[in-house]
């Protein structure tokens, strides 16, 4: 991730001397080179938390398996497929990176800026993680049940574990954990569905 930006690091520079450039009173150079510092840390961290998902929607099935064998014993039934979790994953990302670009000026606003931040986690991590921890195991109908009848439960995971994220260190690991608090919820459901 960090070789595109360096990759690229001479035309993301020449953009910034150009917004500023058309900044009233200002010096292109040396605010570009601030600006382009500030943004380029949230951009960096921003693309690696879209990596991290985009990992454990490829690894997920094998720890969503363990999780089963260890504590719930199902039946592996599901409709779920590799490429279905990869779309939701890729589709997530793009709404995020769209709103993320869009809410760009709510960054300056202190104590907003952490709420934005993470609305935008939970809504990039609450369809993939829902995905890969059900879907494997759960038919369409019974995945579909269990996802209109924790509505509220199910983003009150997201916004919730999305708080990790603001630790700096656990934030780049967090998207295992945050599938298994998913998985432990969702078979729990399962097997609840399947006891009735």
Do not use: C
């Not at 497929?81 to 960054?107: D, H, R, V």
């Not at 952490?114 to 829902?130: D, G, N, Q, R, V």
């Amino acid at each position: 991730m960090g070789s595109y930006i360096f990759l690229f690091s001479g035309a993301i520079h020449a953009f910034f001397v150009w917004v500023v450039s058309h900044i009233p009173f200002v010096s292109g150079d040396f605010l570009a080179n601030i600006t382009q510092g500030f943004f380029g840390v949230i951009v960096f961290y921003e693309l690696m938390i879209i990596s991290s998902v985009l990992f454990v929607g490829i690894v997920a099935d094998g720890i969503v398996d363990r999780i089963n064998v260890k504590y719930y014993h199902l039946e592996k039934r599901g409709f779920g497929t590799f490429l279905g979790s990869m779309a939701k994953a890729l589709k997530s990302n793009i709404l995020f990176i769209i709103l993320f670009i869009i809410l760009i000026p709510t960054m300056f606003i202190p104590f907003l800026n952490i709420f934005i931040h993470l609305l935008l986690w939970s809504i990039m991590i609450k369809e993939p993680m829902f995905y890969d921890s059900l879907a494997f195991y759960a038919t369409k109908e019974e995945f579909e049940q269990i996802k209109k009848n924790n509505k509220f439960k199910i983003w009150l995971i997201s916004f919730g574990s999305s708080a990790l994220f603001l630790l700096p260190v656990i934030g780049v690991f967090l998207y295992v954990l945050q599938l298994i608090i998913f998985t432990h919820f969702n078979l729990q459901n399962l097997r609840k569905l399947e006891n009735v």
